[in-house]
Structures are given as C-alpha cells and as structure tokens.
C-alpha cells in the first residue's frame, strides 16, 4: 500500500506524534520515511557563503528534532532520511517529492 512516506518534521508536539503514526505506518508497510524540516529565510542572501551560513544554523536549530526523531526511528526498527531544506515551504516540499 504505502512505498514511501513524507513527514513535516518541527519540533512540535503534534509533529511528534505525528512522527509516531508515520512510524507505525512505515513498519507496517515496510515503507521509506522520509522526514523534512523546512526553514524559510527571511532574507537574500548577498553571497553563497551567507547562504551556507543560514543552512547550517537551520542545521542546528533542527538538531533536538532529528536527533529525538532518529531515536523514535530507532525503536521502532525504521529507517529515517531527514532532509534539511532552507527555502519556501510549499515550493521546497513539491521540489523534494519530484
């Protein structure tokens, strides 16, 4: 039924519970989960070295998330490919599911 699943990875509460279902679902259908935490910036950058910069402060500001998420993957027996993306929301979540 399910070959791969998409999850929204925050940090929230309801993102982690919804991280729990996700789970379920990709041990009961031996599905890929992949996890994406998306942060937009709220500026342009002037060089790709500023651009560099933002990724990897996005990097951390979802290292608790991922970290706690790779540990409920854990337990649960399934593999998570978590995607960091700085960029639109909506544009950057269609650009991953192609």
Do not use: C, W
Not at 60 to 78: I, N, R, T
């Amino acid at each position: 039924m399910h070959k791969k699943i998409l999850h929204g990875l925050d940090g929230s509460a309801g993102s982690l519970k919804a991280l729990e279902e996700a789970l379920e679902l990709a041990r009961l259908y031996s599905a890929d989960l992949h996890t994406v935490s998306i942060k937009e910036v709220p500026h342009y950058t002037e060089t790709i070295g500023e651009f560099i910069e933002e990724k990897e402060l996005m990097n951390s500001a979802f290292k608790d998330a991922l970290k706690q998420a790779g540990e409920m993957a854990a337990a649960k027996g399934v593999t998570i490919h978590s995607h960091v993306i700085v960029g639109h929301e909506v544009k950057s979540i269609v650009e991953l599911i192609k």
